[in-house]
């Protein structure tokens, strides 16, 4: 099977290595058996992440020659506000460093001592985030997200009926806010639908509750509505976008991610309170206003980006170039995720590597194996993701333990997409000889940047 024609042509290159044998062994020991922890130079294809690596369009690039670096009311954030309101539909914008900053200002305000913030599956930053002003993530996610095997359009959805037991259980008032991600990220890229989002209004409204969501996919969770949702199959994405954001009551967004450039992000709302107390804690943890840690010309790059990244076309490519990856292991029964997500392709490490149990970290393993063997560089998303419990302080082993095969936005060729599936493979076919892993340093916070770990 051929892989998706890209809608672009390439103008500039970057040239990469391949480390021999030797070198790869040394590498990965180096690092700890950590792949976040490798020199970038060490790798061929780099599928750590899809945050930040996005190649930028000749519009971008043309944007940043524009930066209007003035410290105070630079013409670029009127562009950034400008383009949110036409692509969400927010009114109010503060611009941060990157996601987890946005997610600093926004959950600090919203999130009291003791209180939960129900969410379709955690994610690494948010959970910590909630964590930090004394609050509690629990999961709402429907069952079927956690079942790899399992073929659900609409992976993402929220369970009611789990939210519904959390407000019988503690009330009402012990909910901070409801929390939504786009895309579901450590589901394996897994949409939301538009009639599960209506639904969840219509149900937080009875409540008073608000919803937050974590827009950071939002584009490819609207490429996936259109692709399968009915009533939706000629809806412009923007239009699409539009009627997903109006159901929340603000936004957090990494835009390193849909928005096609290499830093930056933003919270956005209608609601004037959160707007005012975020804008005033900016300046505290970020900068002013109107920059919120980024240059002028970074401003004007996500401006652009935030457009180009909803355009059909694009996202019609981009989906299926992941979805081209995933079907060549899928053909020859390398076990990944199902269906196969928006940014990346999640393989199952439980399946890939039945003989290590849980404690010898079965994804680590396998992200620092598929590095040793062919210089791709993955990331564990599994137990060393999840952390552990915040009141035993003990491991928690969560259902899915995957290793991401994320892919960057425009940056790579369908056909390395073809050298990572012929490699993981022929990595499949001797998986019996893998050897599990020992962490031997753990840091205190999201401890799968910098843990090391040593061969068994
Ligand atoms: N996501 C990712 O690789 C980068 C850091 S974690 C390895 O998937 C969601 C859904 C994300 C996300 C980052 C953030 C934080 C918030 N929500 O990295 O701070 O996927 O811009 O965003 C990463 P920043």
């Known amino acids: 099977m051929n892989g998706p024609v890209e809608p672009f042509k390439i103008k500039m290159i970057e040239h990469v290595g391949m480390p021999d044998e030797k070198r790869r062994k040394e590498a990965i020991q180096e690092a700890g058996y950590n792949t976040f922890l490798l020199k970038s130079e060490d790798v061929f294809i780099d599928l750590l992440t899809d945050s930040g690596t996005s190649a930028m369009s000749d519009n971008q690039w043309a944007g940043l020659m524009l930066g209007d670096e003035a410290y105070a009311g630079a013409r670029n954030f009127y562009h950034l506000e400008k383009s949110i309101q036409d692509v969400l539909g927010f009114k109010y914008v503060v611009p941060t460093h990157q996601g987890r900053a946005a997610e600093h200002l926004m959950y600090s305000y919203l999130v009291q001592p003791e209180q939960l913030v129900p969410r379709n599956m955690y994610f690494t930053t948010s959970k910590v985030h909630v964590e930090l002003p004394g609050g509690k993530m629990v999961d709402i996610i429907i069952d079927e997200a956690h079942d790899p095997e399992n073929e659900h359009p609409f992976k993402g959805n929220v369970d009611l009926q789990k939210l519904q ?11 901070a806010f409801v929390n939504v991600e786009m895309d579901v990220n450590m589901a394996g890229g897994q949409p939301i639908s538009m009639e599960n989002l209506r639904n969840l209004r219509e149900f937080c409204d009875d409540y008073r509750l608000r919803i937050i969501f974590d827009a950071t996919r939002s584009s490819e969770n609207a490429y996936f509505i259109r692709e399968r949702e009915k009533g939706y199959e000629s809806t412009p994405i923007i239009e699409i976008l539009r009627e997903m954001m109006s159901y929340s009551d603000g936004c957090i967004y990494s835009s390193k991610k849909d928005c096609l450039v290499n830093i930056g992000g ?7 309170d959160i707007f005012e107390h975020t ?4 300046v505290v943890y970020e900068g002013l206003h109107t920059y919120g840690g980024l240059a002028g010309r970074d401003l004007e790059a996500l401006s652009r980006g935030l457009r180009e990244g ?4 694009y996202l019609k490519y981009r989906i299926n170039q992941v979805r081209h990856l995933g079907e060549m292991l899928m053909d020859v029964g390398v076990p990944i995720v199902k ?3 928006g940014h990346a392709v999640f393989l199952n490490a439980l399946k890939f590597l039945p003989h290590l149990p849980r404690n010898q970290w079965p994804a680590q393993t396998l992200a620092a194996a598929i590095y040793e063997d062919s210089a791709v560089r993955t990331m564990e998303r599994g137990a060393v993701s ?3 419990d915040k009141e035993t302080g003990e491991n928690i082993f969560p259902a899915l333990e995957l290793v991401r095969l994320t892919i960057p936005r425009r940056v790579y060729t369908n056909t390395h997409m073809e050298y990572t599936a012929k490699s993981i493979i022929r990595l499949y076919e001797k998986r019996d000889i893998i050897k599990g892993l020992k962490m031997i340093y753990e840091p205190k916070y999201l401890r799968f940047f910098q843990a090391r770990f040593e061969k068994i």
């Open 266 to 272: 933003f919270l956005a709302t209608n609601e004037k």
């Open 279 to 282: 804008r005033s804690m900016v």
């Open 165 to 175: 037991a959390f407000i019988d259980e503690y009330g009402v008032d012990k909910i």
């Open 310 to 313: 909803a355009e059909y076309n």
């Open 339 to 341: 269906p196969i997500g």
């Open 386 to 388: 999840k952390g552990r």
